[in-house]
């Protein structure tokens, strides 16, 4: 090779090392930060997400404006019954034929009086002494505020309940996590318990294979633990109307409630006495009671007085005080059917709530009977539940053991934790059943919110 070739070499040799450590030191420079949307981050235990939702829910706004609505209505009819008091002043010039104005000409031909300009000021008020009509149509406007208010508590009852329910599932979807973390480093253990019994030539291949699979597959079921319990926690967000990413902590933990005393009857009355939805029906027939009753005082004869008193006089002279009192009797003859037509549809009213009563008495009774009969059950599971899992511990530790000795493989392991993962699976469903038929119970006698709103 000659000199020239090889300091052409030497160069490009160089300019390639130069290169490619231009290359590596670019490649370890650090990429600039990338700025975190701050999410807020909050803990919440059952009764402040319960108190949150029933704070800023937009199903339960829109029942507060119709309750308003409903006042709004009961001071409309009451206004009907107050006296209607109301001020004028008015002034005109005028100019009269004496012929138009008497009807017959006058002596001399026509005589014209004015122009001339006068003016009356005073007060006018107007009020029904006797109008049974509207006496009812406000009675019925009470009821009707009363109807509302009550289908106002409904609506809270049943946040409250879809609450409730979405903070237990995401209570049992965390419990899920906290065990399938637990099982997975109890099957990373074994894993390693197997990959050393195989050095020491006590174990197989065989045997780690198997434990490494066993450890992934609880990897698995941990991803789907994770992965419901945010999706439970979004749920959860969303009910309780949180800014959209909010990182939501729960600070209670999935636990056997306290059981209510009391058998079927007493907690059938409690609901017949308390559920909202009777409420509002019992407002609603004595509503449409009321109206029955107005339209039928649409035939009855109505009293209304009436007064003004002011001052009055030509523009140009002193004024006088004057005052004008009447007393008005009116008696409906003839109504085209529009009594007829508003008492048939109060009465449709009636019947209809008729109705509805009964379906919803019945509804409580199933409600209640079907919520005692998976509360008593579920009592049983989590009773079965524990007595598994703690059965299911031991075996895994016999198992273990057996296998650290040396006097089997670890197919009595595998096995034991998959025994062991559905106990602690089956144990945390019976506590989650016994929680939500908890709430079932107090969903169906109209006491979910004064229970868990502590």
């Given at each position: 090779m000659s000199p020239t070739s090889s300091r052409a070499l030497g160069r490009g040799q160089a300019l390639s090392l130069a290169l490619l450590t231009a290359g590596t030191a670019w490649a370890q420079v650090p990429p600039p930060p990338v700025a975190?949307?701050?999410?807020?981050?909050?803990?919440?235990?059952?009764?402040?997400?319960?108190?949150?939702?029933?704070?800023?829910?937009?199903?339960?706004?829109?029942?507060?404006?119709?309750?308003?609505?409903?006042?709004?209505?009961?001071?409309?009819?009451?206004a009907a019954l107050m006296p209607q008091v109301s001020a004028q002043a008015f002034g005109q010039r005028n100019k009269y034929n004496l012929d138009a104005l008497m009807g017959i000409p006058q002596p001399g031909g026509p005589e014209v009086v004015g122009p001339f300009n006068w003016g009356q000021v005073g007060v006018e008020a107007q009020v029904s002494l006797f109008d049974l009509s509207l006496w009812k149509k406000w009675r019925a406007s009470r009821h009707a505020e009363d109807a509302a208010r009550a289908q106002g508590r409904a609506v809270r009852e049943e946040i409250a309940a879809l609450v409730v329910g979405q903070y237990l599932h995401a209570l049992r979807a965390a419990a899920s996590v906290k065990a399938g973390e637990s099982r997975v480093e109890l099957a990373e253990a074994l894993a390693k318990l197997a990959e050393n019994q195989q050095k020491q030539g006590v174990g197989t291949k065989l045997d780690t294979l198997r434990s490494q699979v066993q450890l992934q597959t609880e990897r698995q079921r941990l991803i789907q633990a994770q992965t419901q319990r945010t999706t439970a926690l979004a749920g959860l967000g969303r009910l309780l109307d949180l800014k959209p990413g909010t990182r939501i902590e729960l600070a209670d933990t999935l636990s056997a409630p306290a059981l209510p005393a009391g058998g079927f009857e007493a907690a059938y009355q409690a609901g017949l006495a308390q559920r909202p939805e009777l409420a509002a029906l019992d407002a609603r027939e004595k509503a449409a009671e009321n109206l029955r009753q107005a339209a039928q005082g649409l035939r009855l004869p109505t009293l209304v007085a009436s007064g003004t008193y002011g001052t009055t006089g030509l523009q140009s002279e002193s004024w006088a005080r004057t005052y004008q009192i009447s007393l008005g009797l009116r008696v409906p003859l003839f109504t085209g059917g529009l009594v007829s037509s508003h008492v048939s549809r109060a009465k449709s009213e009636q019947a209809?709530?008729?109705?509805?009563?009964?379906?919803?008495?019945?509804?409580?009774?199933?409600?209640?009977?079907?919520?005692?009969?998976?509360?008593?059950?579920?009592?049983?599971?989590?009773?079965?539940?524990?007595?598994?899992?703690?059965?299911?511990?031991?075996?895994?530790?016999?198992?273990?053991?057996?296998?650290?000795?040396?006097?089997?493989?670890?197919?009595?392991?595998?096995?034991?934790q998959d025994e062991l993962a559905r106990a602690n699976d089956n144990q945390i469903n019976a506590l989650y059943r016994l929680n939500q038929s908890r709430v079932d119970l107090a969903r169906a006698t109209g006491q979910l919110e004064q229970t868990f709103a502590r």
């Open positions: 975190a949307t701050p999410y807020p981050t909050v803990q919440l235990t059952l009764a402040q997400a319960l108190k949150t939702a029933l704070e800023q829910n937009p199903r339960l706004q829109q029942s507060l404006l119709a309750i308003a609505e409903s006042g709004d209505d009961r001071r409309a009819a009451a209809r709530v008729q109705e509805a009563r009964r379906e919803v008495r019945a509804q409580v009774g199933y409600e209640v009977q079907v919520a005692q009969a998976e509360l008593e059950a579920a009592t049983h599971e989590v009773e079965v539940a524990n007595l598994a899992v703690s059965l299911s511990t031991e075996v895994l530790t016999q198992a273990r053991h057996r296998f650290e000795a040396g006097v089997s493989n670890n197919i009595e392991v595998i096995n034991a």
